[in-house]
């Protein structure tokens, strides 16, 4: 079986959601992760606790097909966290379903997890030469293990001493039978956001979960803060006083996060927009229309055209049913999948000059795919633009890009990709540029682009992380 995805995007981004307090924690969570299926579509599970018993469920695929009729009425509790994983060919599988349930001295304690920790295979070596067994190749159960292994009393101590240990990208959801914990990494690489909905608390990845359960977003969770909930009601507890600078990931804004969500304080419209307009001051182009590859890069395409003058049209018609990845039986159908998934409006294209707006280049073939497309099509000239910079490095915190020889702009100029597209024109943002269209740009992680990463890899330089990382993942 082949998992189809764009190759030219990035995968492995996960969503989370939670709830404390609220009778039909299950049904809410469920509905969460509906609103953040974007963020994963391998898999989805919910664990939910009454304060006495404590139930899951799990599937692989969408959250429409992992829990079918009566799945979510079985789910009775008033905790209840959720999980949507995102899917990669080698790792496609039940075990590494999240939320991750383990029984430790008969209590369960439930974890998901939106990130990547960078030193969870030397973790795992560590706690398997001492007798741990591993029943998923996810990075994530090394953080159950290691809350198993604290000699502290309260799962918040343990909570603690496991994440003193880890290092890299996590927001963390994490639950007993009583309490819910909530974590963001000291950089604040991945979102998380606080929601109230009537006396309960909700948690989720992006605020598009809460508008979906009209619930009202109170704040983002700090970096390097531990919210808990229990009966007594929120505690907030700094994680370390070490001061960390922040690091969020700016392909939230690029392409990751939904156009109606709220991260990193603001709106992912407005940044994504202004990438556009910025894009279209840096690389104009003598055009008729302005199109976008749907749906990513619709709202940076409108800013190209705002900011130009150039109509913004729809050029490719996008089959609503593919999503971000696509199971295919056969290796020759994945090759076609490009076309099943976009398909060019001829009225539109025929005899134009054509800009089309994507959000990022990561190998290069589907873009070359779709410049053929346009022009097969009827545009006479295709003139590519990008709304980020040429991702040149892999990323190691959550998103699982290319490796850095597989990426193309890591081993071509601009005018060598141009030149493999086949596009009559090539511009990519700049990094000065799309920082400049962000709130406090110093906050940002941009590693994928100019390999500044922000989480010290002790001894380590990235050519050594990315083999064990790579290692890492073989193992799933
Ligand atoms: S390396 Fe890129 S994708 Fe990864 S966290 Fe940093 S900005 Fe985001």
């Known amino acids: 079986m082949y998992i189809w995805y764009d190759e030219d995007k990035p995968r492995d981004e996960c969503g989370v959601f939670g709830v404390f307090g609220h009778p039909y924690a299950a049904q809410l969570t469920y509905l ?28 692989m695929g969408l959250v429409v097909n992992v829990f079918e009729n009566g799945d979510i009425e079985k789910l009775k509790g008033h ?5 949507n994983r995102y899917s990669t060919a080698g790792s496609s599988s039940l075990e590494n379903a999240q939320p991750i ?6 209590e369960p304690i439930a974890l998901a997890h939106n990130g990547n920790l960078v030193n969870a295979p030397r973790i795992r070596d560590d706690l398997e030469d001492i007798g741990s067994i591993f029943t998923s190749s996810s990075d994530t ?15 918040e101590e343990r909570v603690m001493d496991t994440l003193s240990e880890v290092r890299g990208a996590y927001s963390l959801l994490i639950m007993n039978k009583n309490t819910l914990i909530a974590i963001r990494d ?20 992006e605020t598009c979960a809460f508008d979906v359960i009209e619930a009202k977003p109170i704040r983002e969770i700090e970096p390097g803060e531990m919210v808990i909930i229990n009966q007594k009601g929120l505690r907030s507890v700094r994680l370390s006083s070490i001061f960390h600078p922040k690091a969020f990931c700016i392909f939230e804004f690029i392409y990751l996060a939904r156009v109606d969500s709220m991260v990193f304080g603001e709106l992912v419209n407005r940044p994504r927009r202004e990438f556009g307009r910025h894009l279209a001051r840096e690389h104009p182009a003598d055009a008729d229309i302005v199109i976008s590859v749907p749906d990513s890069a619709n709202i940076a395409a409108k800013g190209y055209s705002e900011e130009s003058g150039i109509p913004f049209d729809f050029g490719l018609n996008r089959n609503q049913y593919v999503g971000r990845t696509f199971i295919c039986p056969s290796q020759m159908m994945r090759e076609m999948m490009a076309k099943v998934k976009l398909n ?39 003139h590519f633009r990008v709304s980020s910079p040429p991702n040149r490095f892999p990323c190691f915190y959550g998103i699982d890009t290319p490796t850095r020889h597989e990426l193309i702009a890591s081993t071509h100029t601009v005018e060598d990709i141009r030149k493999h597209i086949r596009a009559d024109s090539l511009g990519y943002l700049s990094i000065e540029g799309m920082l400049s269209c962000v709130k406090n740009p110093q906050n940002f992680c941009t590693a994928c682009f100019d390999g500044e ?7 380590q330089n990235t050519q050594q992380l990315s083999i064990e990382f790579t290692r890492g993942r073989d193992r799933r």
């Open 101 to 106: 349930i383990r029984w430790h001295k008969s």
């Open 344 to 382: 060019p409006i001829r009225d539109v294209l025929e005899g134009k000059r054509v800009v089309i707006v994507d959000d990022s280049i990561m190998r290069g073939t589907n873009c070359r795919r779709l410049v053929k497309m346009l022009k097969l099509g009827g545009a006479q000239e295709v």
């Open 32 to 59: 969460g992760l509906y609103a953040l299926q974007h963020r994963g579509q391998e898999s989805a599970g919910i664990a939910v606790s009454d304060g006495i018993d404590f139930l899951s469920h799990h599937g």
């Open 453 to 459: 990463y922000p989480v010290e890899f002790s001894g």
């Open 186 to 205: 000291a950089f604040g690489i991945r979102p998380l956001w606080l929601g109230i909905l009537d006396d309960a608390y909700v948690l989720a990845s």
């Open 141 to 155: 159960e090394v953080i159950i293990h290691l809350i198993a292994k604290s000699p502290q009393p309260t799962i």
């Open 79 to 83: 905790i209840a966290i959720g999980h």
